[in-house]
């Protein structure tokens, strides 16, 4: 193993270790403020995977979305998501559907769900020979635990923002798998989901901030009692 293959097999350790523990936090945290400080962290931690995947593919263009995921997962969406939590006014996610507790022990069930299920994936992806076969097959189910951390997420909480940041934890499962699991994702597909992601972020956050503005601050099912 080349002094680069050593490097990168320890950043994707790194990296993994981060998303699962980002995952565990946005479960654990009800502040919404914190919540964006940790997705930075979880969108850094996405961008240093991608990285470790360029070192061991020797990939320059890798390289190149790594930065790209750095500047939006890790700096410009959380950047809207804490703007969204200043403009609106709600601090905190006061009504989740679970408490901290029963989050947390519902999150290592589906983390666990998530390793029984990505075996078969990765040994599928090993016969294919991309990266999932050497250290990234290890990876695999942390990227499937973001994305059922994510929809955990969207269900048991009410807040519009708090189930923005289930929709960006999901979203950067979902990016985790398919890198791990196609050798990378070619620059202009992952800008432009990217972007689209920042656009949906973008709206959200605005609308929660007008709807405080006007009615005050509401969850998501009191929005059903609204009538033109």
Known sequence: MTTLDSL?????????????????????????????????????SLALLVGAIALEEREVELGVVALVVLALKGVVIPAVVARGVRVSGVQREDAPRLNPTAGLVAATGLTTLAYLVSEPIS??????GVVASGPGAFAVPAGLTLVLVGLLLVVTRRRALSQLVGFLVLDNGIAAVAFL?????????????????????LILAVLSGRLHAVIGAVTVDELDELRD
């Open 181 to 201: 699991t196609a050798a990378g994702v070619p620059f202009v597909v992952e800008l432009g989901v990217s972007l689209d992601v920042l656009l949906v972020a």
């Open 8 to 44: 990168a097999t320890q950043a994707l350790a790194l990296s993994t270790g981060a998303l699962l523990v980002t995952a565990a936090l946005l479960v654990w945290r009800r502040s919404l403020a914190a919540s964006a400080r940790v997705l930075a962290v979880q969108g850094a």
């Open 123 to 128: 040994a599928a992806i090993a016969g294919r």
